[in-house]
């Protein structure tokens, strides 16, 4: 994806009960992601990524004794110690073609979200680059992503965006927001006030790159 804007979560109104919302950002590399999650009152916010040059980076623009925790890690082998609400990954799972990496995903994603928890998943569209910073790429349509997360996880709602980059190309990115599956009392009223909104911003980090 392109420089000048990243994908992100607004929550347009607080959930009515269970605040504040733990949220990991799988994969957010530099991404402004955490700053509008501060921006927006949310302190629980981590941050996973394999780059320690991206991670730094956030490191130096967020406020001093920022709560953010900024852990360096391959997420696949990465052992989390606690769960999140949120999950939100849009720079991991499309790169994620093998299919033991993905179960290893699944899996990890559905052993860290409590039930009710929210996965709100971008990946590139079956029209999208078959390769990306040199590495191949998988493609999904939702039907796909709800195939690949059908264990364990509902598909709540899916929408599809063109991407307009700022080298002048399109890309095509599904987006899906899952819950995990639950017994008992449901996850905060809602995440209908949960929505995806892209923003332009400038400087913003992709682990994808230009592709």
Request: glycine residues 8%.
């Amino acid at each position: 994806m392109g420089d000048d804007g990243i994908a992100v979560l607004a929550f347009v109104e607080h959930p009515d009960d269970g605040w504040p919302w733990a949220v990991l950002d799988a994969g957010g590399g530099a991404s402004q992601l955490v700053d509008r999650l501060l921006e927006a009152s949310y302190a629980d916010v981590t941050v996973v990524d394999i780059s320690e040059a991206s991670l730094a980076r956030v490191r130096d623009r967020l406020p001093e004794n920022s709560p953010v925790r900024l852990i360096r890690a391959d997420l696949l082998d990465w052992e989390p110690t606690r769960t999140f609400d949120v999950w939100h990954d849009r720079a991991v799972f499309h790169f994620l073609v093998d299919p033991a990496a993905r179960l290893r995903c699944t899996t990890l994603v559905a052993r860290s979200l409590r039930p009710g928890g929210a996965l709100v998943l971008g990946s590139f569209e079956p029209q999208g680059p078959t390769t990306c910073s040199g590495l191949p790429t998988a493609r999904y349509d939702p039907a796909g992503l709800n195939r690949v997360w059908t264990d364990g996880f509902v598909l709540e709602h899916a929408e599809q965006e063109d991407h307009a980059t700022p080298w002048g190309t399109t890309q095509q990115f599904t987006w899906a927001l899952f819950r995990r599956r639950q017994s008992g009392q449901p996850f905060a009223t809602s995440l209908r006030s949960l929505r995806l909104e892209q923003v332009t911003q400038a400087g913003a980090r992709t682990v994808a790159g230009r592709c």
